[in-house]
């Protein structure tokens, strides 16, 4: 494509994204009472984690049913936090913007905090596909390696520091304690928990369960073991699902303009990682081109949109290119 058309393309696709939600608003009106709904959503997506955690608790329900639901009502709270980055709830009221900063943080504590997320979000439009974009780079966006990606995928604190000096080097700003303090206490604390439960049953898994452990640790144990199953694991399944969908979607290298930044994921076989990132995959495109458009919105649009933009040459499903450490061809 010449210049011209690519800016004509990119034009064409913000207005028809705008005219559909002009036309969502005008015909469902309670959509105006926004700062409303992103409240009442988050509201349930706290209790219904909370819920599940007690019912887990109070032994009404299985470990593997309580991590499910859990990881699905975190994923709610992944999507609040990214519109309240860009301020689409409660823009003139702080202290009920950072209160729900606040409770996202909390559903998901193996995040950096959310003020600090949104400087490097913000840096993630202007920088996307290059080298400079911290917050793909994160998430194992660019890695060529299949075994080093799914490490950084998993786990973030290992990538963070297994690629702290290649981040240093390509990106200006980029100082390892600047992110790594960013997680603390919440994401400190779930490292803590995280690592302890591997140390302890892998221990016990190699030495055949015959150590005996101080009453101190077992007790401790207990209450990991807990937070495994309410919080930890549901937000391993969530961040892993939302990792491996973003990190394979966002180009890297290559890109010249909005339209080349990314591709669709739409395929029926990432349906069980899209159902724990909310369909991340298949809307995260249309968020690139309107930023500032709650993310029901951006589902509710998507089946009339999503054929507009292969209409104007976004890509979908280009797998091909997780090969080349997700460079545009």
């Known amino acids: 494509m010449s210049h011209h058309q690519v800016r004509n393309a990119i034009q064409t696709i913000v207005s028809e994204i705008r005219n559909e939600e002009t036309k969502l608003r005008e015909r469902y009106r309670f959509l105006y009472y926004q700062d409303l709904i992103g409240l009442v959503i988050l509201v349930c997506a706290l209790f219904g984690m909370t819920g599940v955690g007690w019912l887990y608790y109070a032994g009404e329900i299985s470990a593997p049913i309580c991590v499910i639901a859990a990881a699905f009502f975190a994923s709610l709270s992944h999507e609040l936090e990214h519109d309240l980055i860009h301020k689409q709830y409660f823009r003139s009221n702080a202290l009920l913007h950072n209160l729900m900063m606040l409770v996202v943080w909390l559903m998901r504590p193996n995040t950096v905090n959310p003020w600090y997320r949104r400087k490097i979000h913000l840096h993630h439009h202007k920088t996307s596909?290059?080298?400079?974009?911290l917050e793909e780079r994160l998430v194992g966006n660019g890695i060529r390696n299949p075994l080093l990606r799914l490490i950084v995928i998993a786990d973030g604190l290992l990538g963070l520091i297994i690629f702290r000096k290649a981040l240093?080097?390509?990106i200006s700003d980029f100082r390892f304690f600047t992110v790594f303090n960013a997680g603390f206490p919440l994401t400190t604390g779930y490292f803590i928990v995280l690592y302890s439960a591997l140390l302890y049953h892998g221990f016990s898994l190699l030495s055949g369960g015959g150590y005996?452990?101080?009453?101190?640790l077992l007790e401790y144990m207990s209450w990991v073991n807990l937070l495994m199953v309410i919080l930890i694991f549901p937000n391993v399944i969530r961040s892993v699902s939302l990792n491996l969908i973003t990190s394979s979607m966002h180009y890297y290298g290559g890109v010249n303009n909005l339209l080349e930044q990314t591709h669709v994921?739409?395929?029926?076989?990432?349906l069980p990682l899209q159902l724990f990132c909310f369909n991340f995959?298949?809307?995260h495109t249309i968020h690139h081109f309107v930023p500032n458009q709650p993310f029901y919105v951006r589902q509710w649009l998507s089946p009339k949109i999503l054929p507009i933009l292969k209409q104007h040459g976004i890509r979908f499903n280009d797998f091909e290119s997780v090969k080349n450490a997700n460079h545009y061809a």
Do not use: F, M, V
């Open 265 to 270: 994921i739409n395929h029926k076989l990432a």
């Open 281 to 283: 995959g298949a809307t």
């Open 129 to 133: 596909g290059t080298k400079e974009d």
């Open 168 to 170: 240093a080097r390509d």
């Open 212 to 216: 005996s452990y101080p009453l101190w």
